[in-house]
């Protein structure tokens, strides 16, 4: 089961909808924890964007109940140190992964093709995230989920989907 966990206030349409598509990507059962606070601690104020670790170490913390990923939604902005901004962030070979909202809304919010490409965007970055939590490295494979996203553009081109190489890797 993948554990979708809201780290402060996450749109409930977005939720609904990634417990509905997301088991169709990675082949489990998505259910939805319960919400949790921002990471004290985790905000600095200088760059006005949330740490990725203060997030992962919030999501390393909370009670899984036997998830084999627990997935944080956080509609904050994030870095890691030598990026400028992150999508999300996952624990290579662990079971914490999260996602970082603002940078991948469209920008003219409100109008629903406009939630449809956000939510899509969103799909493709959880299954990436997911993927490194698999072991999975970043795939050089155009088209592949697990392509690095530099840019909502590198995201767009995407599919939601594993190329067939990274397939093989994660029927190993």
Excluded at 83 to 102: K, Y
């Amino acid at each position: 089961m993948i554990l979708l966990i809201p780290i402060g206030p996450v749109p409930i349409y977005l939720i609904s909808w990634l417990e509905d598509k997301l088991g169709l990507y990675v082949n489990h059962p998505v259910k939805t924890g319960k919400a949790v606070p921002l990471p004290r601690g985790g905000y600095d104020p200088d760059r006005k964007q949330y740490k990725g670790d203060s997030v992962i170490e919030l999501l390393c913390g909370i009670e899984h109940h036997g998830a084999e990923g627990v997935v944080g939604l956080i509609d904050q902005d994030c870095y890691t140190p030598g990026l400028n901004f992150i999508f999300g962030q996952a624990v290579s070979g662990g079971r914490e992964a999260f996602v970082a909202l603002p940078r991948l809304r469209p920008p003219c919010p409100g109008m629903e093709e406009d939630k449809n490409l956000f939510k899509e965007r969103v799909l493709k970055e959880i299954v990436h995230e997911l993927g490194h939590t698999w072991n999975l490295p970043h795939c050089e494979q155009p088209g592949c989920v697990m392509r690095f996203s530099d840019s909502v553009k590198d995201a767009d081109e995407k599919n939601s989907d594993f190329c067939d190489r990274c397939k093989e890797k994660l029927a190993v």
